[in-house]
């Protein structure tokens, strides 16, 4: 069974702080690694999309991939209480017909 | 238009009732999507449309029914459900079957709940 595995936390940091939250997958073969944020009782929402080993920053966030690890992780500069949320790593499957999402981790971030 | 649209946004329904769960999109996407999603727990794929034919079942217990009318519209329609159905739905959608370079759009969800 190929899987996405995060830990659950929850991950708590004060406000201004850098968040660090990380990801592994079994899937060798993967291309397509993204990031849901979900904030509870909703849908998820891509915040994030990687494809190529190293990083890739937009705003306050950055994602980071290793191919080779098999690891991705997201760094939240400047966390702010609206932060505050389940992030879902989701990598494609096999054969890239579908997304395999982890459990999430939840992020609380205190003012 | 970037948007999913799911109707209804919150359904409570009898063991013995039959409803449908309906989703929406107009961004030329040909892939679609259905997720459950427990409390706490990932989104699970229970079926891929692509070009409005059923191309992925994993494995659905048949109380649940997809349907795909068109390329812009994705229906799940319920039967008989148990009180372990209860679950967020979540509809989704993606340029393509095999290209998932740009992830998914998810619709806002139906809140199920079994009675």
């Known amino acids: 069974q190929k899987e996405v595995e995060q830990n659950s936390g929850p991950l708590s940091v004060p406000e201004g702080a850098i968040a660090s939250l990380n990801c592994t997958y079994s899937d060798r073969g993967s291309q397509s690694f993204f990031w849901y944020r979900q904030y509870s009782g909703k849908s998820p929402e891509l915040i994030m999309s990687i494809y190529s080993n190293g990083d890739k920053e937009d705003g306050r966030f950055t994602a980071q991939l290793n191919k080779a690890s098999q690891y991705v992780s997201l760094l939240i500069r400047d966390s702010q209480p609206s932060d505050s949320a389940t992030y879902l790593c989701a990598v494609n499957n096999q054969a890239g017909t579908a997304l395999i999402f982890g459990k999430g981790t939840t992020l609380s971030v205190s003012s | 238009d970037t948007e999913v649209t799911q109707t209804p946004k919150h359904l409570v329904m009898g063991m013995t009732n039959k409803k449908s769960l309906k989703c929406e999109q107009h961004m030329g996407h040909r892939a679609m999507y259905w997720y459950k999603q427990k409390a706490k727990k990932p989104p699970e794929l229970m079926f891929v449309?692509?070009?409005?034919?059923?191309?992925i079942n994993e494995s659905v217990p048949s109380r649940f029914s997809p349907e795909c009318p068109n390329s812009s519209l994705l229906n799940l329609h319920l039967h008989a459900l148990q009180p372990e159905d209860s679950a967020l739905y979540l509809c989704?959608?993606?340029?393509?079957?095999?290209?998932?370079?740009?992830?998914?759009?998810f619709g806002s969800g139906t809140r199920l709940t079994v009675v």
């Open positions: 989704a959608s993606s340029q393509g079957f095999l290209d998932l370079h740009y992830g998914y759009t």
């Open positions: 449309y692509s070009y409005e034919k059923l191309s």
